[in-house]
């Protein structure tokens, strides 16, 4: 477990804008090992989503680089797979079709028609999803639709499960049934999860180590918490651990302190907003 899974080095992320040059991300430094759960989290605009897509290879870093099992990332792969906050199903396909679509991208060549059927079942079941093979999208729920969108993520036997803010737009019951599938499912196959959430208490009882983002612009990583808490957990005996509420009272503090740099910066840009807006009025007026 000493050896990197994933290692990001030196990242920095600049994306062109009619006022110059905006830099996202700088000198970002990450080392993930196999199997690790890792939450990033942070307020928003801190480049959350930019690490994770540099990571996918939808992006390509400005600076520096990704790097898995020795291999630098530079597009997208079937060894890692996203699962979307908002789940991104084929809405004209069938529950199975849309697990289907994915499964015939990565091993049409390598698994005979009877091995993928196999194996989208099982990943179907792996979400309690099975029963539903034949429904489409619109005629189930989005805590549903959301363990397909898992499923379908799995069914691509990907060695890295990048998922942005999969539960975010749930309701508090279906989040923490799908939270607990998701600890049964990457216990069971030991991938590496790399997450983006803002709920402090979802990271906490999720993930190994939370990687906490500085305010941007020019965001990068602050805090990097190692969560010591024996596996598996239930989050109802976990609610009066110690442990527990002391890394969540140490997330908390660093969101906070950042939330007040936020709140600080704001009335200083407004401030040179007003300046600037009545210098230019008074050159209009001498002109």
């Known amino acids: 477990m000493s050896k990197s899974h994933l290692e990001l080095t030196g990242v920095e992320m600049a994306f062109d804008t009619p006022k110059g040059a905006f830099i996202a991300l700088d000198n970002v430094n990450l080392k993930i090992k196999k199997g690790e759960f890792v939450s990033l989290i942070g307020h928003s605009g801190c480049g959350k989503s930019t690490v994770l897509n540099i990571v996918a290879g939808l992006l390509q870093a400005s600076k520096g680089g990704c790097v898995l099992d020795g291999h630098e990332v530079n597009s997208p792969g ?3 797979a996203v699962v979307f906050q908002n789940h991104a199903l084929m809405p004209w396909l069938t529950v199975y079709e849309n697990v289907e679509l994915a ?3 990565v091993f049409r060549k390598t698994m005979s028609k009877q091995e993928r059927r ?5 990943n179907l079941e792996l979400v309690n999803m099975a029963h539903a093979a034949n429904k489409r999208p619109g005629e189930i729920s989005g805590g549903m639709a959301q363990r397909v969108g898992i499923a379908r993520a799995l069914a691509m036997k990907p060695s890295v499960l990048l998922m942005d803010e999969p539960f975010g737009a749930l309701d508090a019951l279906t989040r923490a049934h799908l939270q607990d599938s998701l600890m049964e499912i990457q216990q069971e196959l030991n991938n590496t999860v790399i997450m983006i959430t803002h709920d402090v208490d979802e990271a906490v009882l999720l993930s190994d180590r939370i990687i906490m983002m500085t305010n941007g612009p020019a965001a990068t990583v602050g805090e990097d918490l190692h969560i010591d808490l024996p596996r ?20 908390l503090k660093f969101l906070y302190e950042k939330q007040r740099k936020l709140e600080t910066i704001k009335p200083a840009r407004a401030g040179k907003a007003e300046q600037q807006e009545k210098r230019e009025e008074a050159q209009a007026a001498r002109a």
């Open 103 to 105: 499964v015939q991208q």
């Open 232 to 251: 598996p957990r239930n989050r109802v005996t976990l609610a009066d651990d110690p442990t527990y509420v002391h890394y969540r009272q140490e997330v």
């Open 78 to 80: 079937p060894e890692r």
């Open 118 to 122: 196999d194996w989208i079942l099982h």
